[in-house]
């Protein structure tokens, strides 16, 4: 449950431990105002509650950015948003103004689920420009949108790729809440586009779905949709915009009438699920069905950034079944996991096989050893660990088709660009995993390409991922060597000493 107004006040007064005579000094109010406000016996006018919290976002994140609180703030007050490099006064500020927003709507009399159009602040607008339509989408609708819970659902009719490419247009979901309810996306995509993508592009198609991790992306062919130029809200808003040669916003039209809205959404829901779709989100693979399916295939590339879940030695199955029976899972979690090991050992002891691994991922399995089947969260111990090493290194002494690369990270990390989607692919058949220790019952762990050209797309994607700089090839020996060189310093990792 989101907090009171008052509540969330108070709480970053006493985390910034600004005086109260400060805040009314910059707001314009008595300090007897500010002290209501905090304890929770008046709150502020809707009329004046943006210009206040605009304020009050200020103030704070000044004062955070002095001391040097910007990590303690984004733990305390549970963001999971990364820390950007630059402007950080500008985060905060966004950041705060959401929290400030949904505490005094959530707590506002009027506020609920099933809230009105009349209850929206903005009335139909016209925008002009490209830089007031990023303010706008950031500044005015994203907390409109931070307002509809438990499940908010957009369509937007304009082609994914090209939206790459203008840099700026999603950057309203940086100002979103997007952990704490579902959030569905339906967005067209330009196959002509897509053809024509090199791998930069489709790596930033990687990076926005990596990025975005708990927004569930529906991805569909746009050609019954791509002039509409709509943006929708479900049962909120809508906006209209045009766009200028280079594919950018530079006109939009901010329609909250009901009745408009209403006919809009019937007809670019129909159109959307009506059109062949790409990309979709799932709750799960029904394992024993599919894996035996997909690993009839003599290809593969698999790309890991949660665990390493191949190679295990069978006391681990064994005693992942007895978990799942402990859990009360289903029977065909554990016949999928009696299945698997020997479906393997069957598949790789001649088949090739790609594994790319980043570096960092890699090394969190190595100290803590998590792994997900199904709906099993199971933790390795440091023998188990110890004891795959060794198999997978007599494996690929066995069949050197059997290729491990391991990637090393490009960038500063951060919460963005870690690499939470792992990437599975036979060339016929290929899915996205999310990582589901990070993610809660809002959010779908699997996505399915369901379109060879984009299969082929990421594919190529991954494959040219092996030839560049920051991509290792380690070998059977490789391995062996680095393995008995730095056992002991291993050993201390796996079992955190």
């Known amino acids: 449950m989101q907090n009171k107004f008052g509540d969330m006040l108070k709480k970053l007064i006493q985390f910034t431990n600004i005086k109260l005579n400060v805040i009314a000094y910059h707001i314009g109010y008595d300090i007897s105002y500010i002290s209501k406000w905090a304890n929770n016996t008046s709150q502020p006018t809707k009329k004046h509650i943006e210009r206040i919290n605009d304020t009050l976002s200020s103030i704070f994140a000044e004062e955070i950015i002095h001391k040097d609180y910007a990590y ?20 905060l500020h966004t950041q705060i103004n959401n929290l400030l927003n949904n505490a005094y709507y959530c707590s506002h009399e009027n506020f609920s689920h ?28 994203a907390p409109i949108i931070n307002k509809i819970t438990p499940k908010l659902e957009i369509f937007i009719t304009m082609d994914i790729l090209t939206l790459l490419q203008q840099k700026k247009f999603f950057s309203f979901l940086d100002c979103c809440n997007l952990t704490d309810r579902q959030i569905d996306i339906h967005i067209g995509c330009n196959l002509s586009t897509l053809a024509n993508s090199d791998e930069k592009l489709i790596y930033s198609l990687y990076k926005f779905l990596n990025k975005y991790f708990y927004v569930n992306f529906y991805i569909y062919e746009d050609k019954f949709f791509n002039n509409s130029n709509i943006f929708l809200v479900k049962n909120a808003f809508a906006i209209q915009y045009s766009l200028h040669l280079d594919k950018s916003i530079d006109i ?69 079944i007895d978990l799942c029976k402990q859990q009360n899972l289903t029977d065909e979690t554990i016949a999928s996991l009696k299945n698997l090991q020997i479906m393997w050992e069957e598949q790789f002891e ?27 969260k199971y933790q390795t111990t440091p023998q188990e660990r110890e004891e795959q090493l060794s198999y997978l290194i007599q494996s690929m002494y066995k069949n050197p088709l059997i290729d491990i690369y391991l990637m090393s990270q490009q960038e ?86």
Request: aromatic share 16%.
């Open 72 to 91: 303690l703030f984004l733990k305390e007050f549970n963001i999971h948003e990364p820390l950007p490099t630059k402007d950080i006064q500008r985060f």
């Open 114 to 141: 099933s809230q009105s159009n009349n209850d929206i602040i903005l009335n139909s607008t016209t925008i002009v420009g490209r830089t007031n339509i990023y303010e706008f989408f950031c500044h005015k609708l």
């Open 252 to 320: 939009c039209t901010f329609i909250n009438n009901e009745k408009i809205i209403n006919e809009i959404q019937k007809r670019i829901s129909d159109t959307f699920f009506n059109s062949p779709i790409i990309l979709q989100p799932k709750k799960e693979i029904i394992l024993n069905s599919f894996h035996p399916f997909f690993y009839l295939n003599k290809n593969f590339t698999i790309f890991i950034t949660n665990g390493f879940e191949f190679f295990l030695p069978k006391k681990s199955y064994l005693k992942m």
């Open 350 to 376: 001649k088949n090739p096989i790609s594994f790319i691994l980043p570096e960092l991922n890699l090394m969190d399995y190595i100290q803590k050893g998590k792994l997900i089947f199904g709906d099993l």
């Open 412 to 497: 500063n990390v951060n919460d963005i660009n870690y690499y939470k989607l792992s990437y599975y692919s036979n060339q016929k058949i290929a899915y996205f995993k999310k990582n589901k220790y990070l993610l809660n019952k809002y959010h779908l762990p699997i996505y399915f390409l369901k379109n060879s050209l984009l299969i082929q797309k990421f594919d190529m994607l991954f494959s040219k991922f092996k030839q560049t700089n920051f991509v290792h090839k380690y070998t059977a020996e490789k391995i062996e060597n680095l393995y008995l060189a730095n056992k002991s310093l291993l050993h201390r990792i796996m079992e955190n000493k």
